[in-house]
């Protein structure tokens, strides 16, 4: 069965403290996104990767990390640095051919909650 | 990226045909209109995607006019489980990779 998954599903830290969320795909996908989503709201795109080894900038990128060595895993770091980190956060992948980038497939999310 | 706008809600009842509107004045020549659909606690699946004129899927229908400075997305008969957010995008092939999902529209089918 091919897909995304997100783990964990819900995930408690302590302020000032760094936390990794996984992101795996094997949809054999090139290109991989983060979303960050907040009550209410649209997605908001932290970070993108086209390849792997290569990653870029979203629009809110500001205190969180990713690394892509591994076309199946793009996982991100919400650093202490981000300062409302408290969100729904949501994986995606898709191929990198075209109109193919708006055809993207999401993982079920991982709700980080900061206190 | 052309800018996008939706109606924040809607309200429908079962059975009914909801069309929602996605309002795209600066849309480029290359660009293509796509539509998401988003349960609470979950991440958006796609729906559908078009060009111009009209594009129909088992799940839903897209219109777009000559002029393509918008787009309906319409639901035939509704049901309560077709309760979730709408997003539309629009982008083209070479756009690069910066999707961007505005707010959305809320439907809320009522039975």
């Known amino acids: 069965d091919g897909g995304i998954t997100q783990s964990p599903k819900y995930l408690f830290r302590k302020e000032g403290q760094n936390v990794t969320l996984s992101c795996e795909q094997n949809l054999n996908h090139d290109a991989m996104y983060w979303y960050r989503q907040d009550p209410g709201q649209g997605l908001r795109l932290i970070y993108y990767s086209q390849i792997v080894n290569d990653f870029q900038k979203g629009d809110i990128a500001e205190g969180y990390s990713v690394s892509r060595e591994k076309k199946e895993s793009f996982p991100l770091t919400v650093t202490s640095a981000q300062k409302n980190p408290t969100a729904f956060y949501l994986c995606?992948?898709?191929?990198?051919?075209?109109?193919?980038?708006?055809?993207?497939?999401f993982g079920p999310g991982t709700r980080l909650t900061v206190t | 990226l052309a800018k996008t706008t939706q109606p924040i809600s809607m309200d429908s009842y079962e059975g009914q045909e909801v069309n929602i509107t996605c309002s795209h004045n600066?849309?480029?020549?290359?660009?293509?209109i796509t539509w998401y659909q988003q349960f609470p606690s979950q991440g958006p699946r796609f729906i559908i995607q078009?060009?111009?004129t009209k594009v129909t899927n088992e799940v839903a229908s897209l219109f777009i006019p000559a002029d393509r400075k918008s787009s309906t997305l319409s639901l035939p008969r509704v049901s309560l489980s077709d309760t979730a957010v709408y997003y539309c995008?629009?982008?083209?092939?070479?756009?690069?990779?910066?999707?961007?999902f505005g707010a959305g529209t809320r439907l809320f089918v009522k039975a």
């Open positions: 600066n849309i480029a020549t290359n660009d293509y």
């Open positions: 995008l629009v982008g083209s092939p070479t756009g690069g990779f910066k999707t961007i």
């Open positions: 078009g060009y111009k």
């Open positions: 995606a992948s898709s191929s990198a051919e075209g109109l193919a980038v708006y055809e993207q497939y």
